[in-house]
Each structure stands twice: as C-alpha cells, then as structure tokens.
C-alpha cells in the first residue's frame, strides 16, 4: 500500500501564506495522480487542488485559483501545495490523496492521508 503523511499546517493570519508538505511512501510514488482536498467542520470535503503523475498538469477548485498551487517533487517522493493570501474560509483539514495513473478532481483516490489542520484568524 501508499502512506501519505502531511504536515505544515498551522495558525496563520488572513492574508498570509503556508506551504502543506504531504509524503508517500511504500509505493512507486511517481505511478499516482495525486490531489488535496479540504474538510470544514459540518461541511463535506471538497477538491482544492490536482496534480498529474509527471506535474505536467494542474486542476484546481474554482475557489483557490490564483492564490493555491500545487507541485510535486518525484525525487523526494512528495507533493506541495502552496497557500498564499489566505482566507477565512480556506480554515479547514486539509487532506492529501493518490490515486494510480489518471488524475481526477472528483474524489475517486485510492489513498489519503490523516489530514493537516489550517487556521486562518483575522
């Protein structure tokens, strides 16, 4: 199986920035599509961000264009996704997934990880 283990989440201020780590292990990492999602408290989870096995495309929520970025480090074994002029509303668990070969925004990923809590205050 994949493990996906993410990490940088925090307290932060509206407007500032963070940058989520989220690091696979036990599988060929290169061979999966990998996405975020995030969770509200009394909402469901909703797609942020995609990336395709190569990083060679991109997809994001309507919500988060121009200000979240996604990116993946093959080497390293580990997707990125930056978070730059944050909102109150982006304060939510932010969860890492894989899914083998085709990249999708619908939430068909085979592997998720634990989540990483975002605070945004104001």
């Known amino acids: 199986q994949l493990q996906l283990v993410e990490s940088g989440g925090g307290l932060v201020q509206a407007g500032g920035s963070l940058r989520l780590s989220c690091a696979a292990s036990g599988r060929t990492f290169s061979c999966y599509a990998m996405g975020w999602f995030r969770q509200a408290p009394g909402k469901e989870r909703e797609f942020v961000a995609a990336?395709?096995?190569?990083?060679?495309?991109?997809y994001y929520a309507d919500s988060v264009k121009g200000r979240f970025t996604i990116s993946r480090d093959n080497a390293k074994n580990t997707v990125y996704l930056q978070i730059n002029s944050l909102k109150a509303e982006d304060t939510a668990v932010y969860y890492c997934a894989a899914r083998a070969l085709v990249v999708t925004t619908r939430p068909h990923y085979d592997y998720w990880g634990q989540g990483t809590q975002v605070t945004v205050s104001s």
């Open positions: 990336i395709s096995t190569s990083g060679g495309d991109t």
